[in-house]
């Protein structure tokens, strides 16, 4: 039987993870949770409560590695898998996804590029070469895409989703300001830039 994990747990491992790469560039060898807390306000006793949950980390009385612990959650979140991304929609949100630098280091490549804008089809970012978006099948088997990535207006992205899914992509990732229904068994990420704006406005406005 598959262990339940909390949403807020699963949340907080990237969290652990981009940490742990920032102490290793500062060539800090150990760290204590106490450490590791102070870092991302969070307590200790969370993080061990955290780390528990998927194993026995770190020496009591020593602290974690921080390279072993951190490429024991990159495995955890499936980074070492160099999973294959398609980017639906390459006006400058998805142009920007697409020059992105970081991905690579953490275990993702785009692959593909689409779009419907006939001006845009052609034409080449970060050395790809935008395609019509209804290629979109034939695509995604040939380049062997895990992961569909929506940067459409909102009208659209249902409709991308849907031609995303019948693909066969394992896993989306939606920027698109929109409710997306897909099949539960395809995993869904939500990134609404304008929520965290307006969160941000609130707590401006409060001030």
């Given at each position: 039987m598959k262990k339940m994990i909390s949403q807020a747990t699963i949340?907080?491992?990237?969290?652990y993870f981009r940490t742990l790469r920032l102490f290793e560039d500062e060539k800090i060898p150990i760290i204590s949770s106490d450490e590791l807390g102070r870092r991302l306000d969070i307590t200790p006793e969370q993080i061990r409560k955290d780390l528990a949950t998927f194993g026995q980390f770190g020496?009591?009385?020593?602290?974690y590695d921080v390279h072993d612990l951190k490429e024991k959650l990159a495995n955890i979140l499936g980074l070492h898998k160099h999973w294959r991304l398609a980017i639906v929609g390459v006006g400058h949100l998805g142009g920007a996804l697409a020059n992105y630098v970081n991905f690579a280091s953490l275990g993702f490549s785009v692959v593909a590029l689409l779009d419907i804008n006939?001006?845009?089809?052609?034409?080449?970012?970060?050395?790809?070469?935008?395609?019509?978006?209804?290629?979109?099948?034939e695509i995604v088997a040939k380049d062997e895409v895990d992961i569909g990535v929506i940067t459409v207006p909102a009208q659209e992205a249902q409709g991308v989703a849907d031609l995303l899914v019948a693909s066969g992509v394992k896993g989306i990732w939606n920027f698109a300001p929109t409710k997306l229904n897909v099949p539960a068994t395809i995993p869904l990420i939500n990134e609404d830039l304008s929520i965290g704006l307006s969160a941000l406005s609130y707590y401006m406005t409060q001030e």
């Amino acid at each position: 039987m598959k262990k339940m994990i909390s949403q807020a747990t699963i949340d907080r491992l990237p969290l652990y993870f981009r940490t742990l790469r920032l102490f290793e560039d500062e060539k800090i060898p150990i760290i204590s949770s106490d450490e590791l807390g102070r870092r991302l306000d969070i307590t200790p006793e969370q993080i061990r409560k955290d780390l528990a949950t998927f194993g026995q980390f770190g020496r009591k009385g020593i602290g974690y590695d921080v390279h072993d612990l951190k490429e024991k959650l990159a495995n955890i979140l499936g980074l070492h898998k160099h999973w294959r991304l398609a980017i639906v929609g390459v006006g400058h949100l998805g142009g920007a996804l697409a020059n992105y630098v970081n991905f690579a280091s953490l275990g993702f490549s785009v692959v593909a590029l689409l779009d419907i804008n006939k001006k845009v089809v052609g034409t080449q970012v970060n050395g790809i070469k935008v395609a019509d978006v209804t290629r979109l099948n034939e695509i995604v088997a040939k380049d062997e895409v895990d992961i569909g990535v929506i940067t459409v207006p909102a009208q659209e992205a249902q409709g991308v989703a849907d031609l995303l899914v019948a693909s066969g992509v394992k896993g989306i990732w939606n920027f698109a300001p929109t409710k997306l229904n897909v099949p539960a068994t395809i995993p869904l990420i939500n990134e609404d830039l304008s929520i965290g704006l307006s969160a941000l406005s609130y707590y401006m406005t409060q001030e």
